[in-house]
């Protein structure tokens, strides 16, 4: 079963940097395309940053600018680097991999906790 095991988040004021770390067992993130999710309370999973195998990025307007997505193919490990930070940005952080049907995984980690707020 395919596993993610996300870290790095916590309370960070306005304007404040995190950097998310997801860690993949049986999956190789450097052959799928990966993604990074979000769901703050009362809302919807949404998609925030996506890489493909071939390294092209993509991202919502709502962070186009602020986030960046990478990985480190020799420890399986996807990143999500998150300058700018705003109110908004709360929510529980997640990673997966990436395709049209995301909507659909039932493989889900725990998440890690981003709090926005002075």
């Known amino acids: 079963q395919v596993q993610f095991v996300e870290s790095g988040g916590g309370l960070v004021q306005p304007g404040g940097s995190l950097r998310l770390s997801c860690a993949a067992s049986r999956i190789g993130v450097s052959i799928y395309a990966m993604g990074w999710y979000r769901q703050a309370p009362g809302k919807q999973r949404e998609l925030v940053a996506f890489i493909t195998s071939a390294g092209y990025t993509n991202y919502p307007e709502s962070v186009k600018g602020r986030f960046t997505i990478s990985r480190d193919n020799a420890k399986n490990t996807a990143y999500l680097q998150m300058n700018s930070l705003k109110a908004e940005d709360t929510a529980v952080y997640y990673c997966?991999?990436?395709?049209?049907?995301?909507?659909?995984?039932?493989?889900w980690g725990q998440g890690t906790q981003v709090v926005v707020s002075s």
């Open positions: 997966n991999r990436y395709s049209s049907g995301w909507r659909t995984y039932v493989d």
